[in-house]
């Protein structure tokens, strides 16, 4: 296990269970979790998929465990995973936390998901508190437009004053975001790989500048990355080298990785540009290694 990084954003190079066992208790306000799903992706050549059920669900439940002890008292935890864990994540975890608010993230697709049976279009997200009376959320940071209100200009009469109903409201537990697509700038080269809108409104809402934030299955690092950028601290733990490398770019915590220059991967599309190298250049942005035309 290795530590890379530095005081305010950590990267934890190792396996999640025994790099969480070495964090203290009580010192995280927030935690996001994004594990494995026990479907059969393949993540850079390893493919998550155990014997059994009951071997991935004794596995959650142990690490669930973990991110609860390292949570601080007034700290917040959204977890997710497939569809079909669910149930028993929240079954679990009901018994530990109080979970506020079961979410559903929403999504639409161009391909085709099922020909004989209903696709799978979204996933689940518990939104978990240790003290249902002592926690943060920040309402006026995650306002969304209350859309009947606001576009139809309604009238609440049953106030002393009539008054237009208020154009904004707190989100509903069901959101809509697009997935990560490979043209998308934010495009990393990762199978499950989560939107920044999803992870700026759990962010925002769930904490404040200068709380530590922590995700102990990283991948392309986003929940790092955006609360960076919201000013928050961050953990990442991540055991793949591949994973590490975007995390270490996107923080721009390092320029390399055992001896290996970091830069973004340049994409198929991107690639077919450079059929002229006298006219097109490669230049360094904010997260990695872009494609620039003279024309």
Known sequence: ???????????????????????????????FADPPYNIGKNFNGHVEKWKTEEAYLGWCYEWLDLCIQKLKPNGSFYVMTATQFMPYFDIYLRNKLTILSRL???????????????????????????????????????????????????????KAVPTVYSSEKVPGNVWEFTRVRYRMDEYENHPTQKPISLLERIIRASSNKGDLVMDPFSGTFTTCFVAKELGRNSIGIELQDEYIK??????????????????????????????????????????????HSKH
């Open 246 to 291: 975007i995390g270490l770019r996107r923080l721009k915590l390092a320029k390399e990785f055992k001896g290996e220059k970091l830069q973004k991967e340049i994409r198929t599309f991107e690639t077919n540009m450079l059929s002229n190298t006298d006219t097109l250049k490669l230049f360094e942005e904010k997260n990695g290694k872009y494609i």
């Open 104 to 158: 559903i993230w929403s999504y639409d697709s161009s391909g085709v998901q099922a020909k004989k049976y209903y696709g799978s279009m979204y996933e689940p997200i518990l939104f978990c508190v240790k003290d249902k009376n002592n926690y943060t959320f920040n309402t006026e940071d995650i306002l969304v437009e209350a859309k009947t209100g606001a576009k139809r200009k309604l009238i609440d009469y049953r």
């Open 1 to 31: 296990m290795e530590i890379l990084g530095n005081e305010q954003h950590k990267i934890i190079h190792g396996d999640a269970l025994e790099a969480l066992k070495t964090l203290p208790n009580n010192s995280v306000d927030l935690i």
